[in-house]
Every structure is written in C-alpha cells, then in structure tokens.
C-alpha cells in the first residue's frame, strides 16, 4: 500500500496562487495514475484533476480548467497541483489519491490510496 502526505495548502486571497505537493512513500506511484480531489464543508467530496502514469495526459474538473495544472515527477515519487487565480469556491480539503487502475480514472471508487487532505481557504 503506498502513503501519500499531501503538503502546501494555506490562507490565500482571492486571485493568488498555491502549489501543492503530494509525497508518496512505502512504494513507487511511477506506474499509477494519480488525482486530486477536494472537499468542501458540507459537501461530497469532488474530482479536480488526474494524471496518467507518465504524466501524457491529463483531465480536470470544468472550473478549474485553465486555473489548475497537474503534474508529476516519477523520479521523486511527487505529484503537484499548481493553483492560480483561486476563487472563494476553491476553499476546501484537497486529497490526493492513487489508482491501480490504468488508463485516467476520474472517479472516487477508482482510487485506493488516499492522503489525509491539506486545507486551502481563499479569501474574497
């Protein structure tokens, strides 16, 4: 099983930017898609991004969509989230999770793996 720690979530104001960092351990995520998702209080938890294995392709929720990119360095077993012109609606908890599936799952179910979440509170 491998262990994620999620990292760099914070306070910021409306339009700034963060990036945040998903360190695995216990085994490499080199062959796994990852993804973020994020929860809001109050509400279920949602897909954000995915990545593939090699980081060839990638998919994100409609709202971030040119605000959020997802990347990966195998090397260093990491996944990122760069998140620019954040809004209020962006605050919430964001998980980063592994799937044994190929291919780009986007679904909850998809991901085995889970980290214990990093809080990102935009302010308007």
């Known amino acids: 099983q491998v262990q994620l720690v999620e990292s760099g979530g914070g306070y910021v104001q409306a339009g700034g930017s963060l990036r945040l960092s998903c360190a695995a351990s216990g085994r490499t995520i080199a062959t796994y898609p990852m993804a973020w998702f994020r929860q809001a209080p109050g509400k279920e938890r949602e897909f954000v991004a995915a990545?593939?294995?090699?980081?060839?392709?990638?998919h994100y929720l409609h709202s971030v969509r040119g605000r959020f990119t997802v990347s990966r360095d195998n090397a260093k077993n990491t996944v990122f989230l760069q998140m620019n012109s954040l809004k209020p609606e962006d605050t919430a908890v964001y998980y980063c999770a592994a799937s044994p599936l190929g291919g780009l799952p986007t679904t909850r179910a998809d991901f085995g793996s889970w980290g214990q979440g990093t809080q990102v509170t935009v302010s308007s």
């Open positions: 990545i593939t294995w090699n980081g060839g392709s990638t």
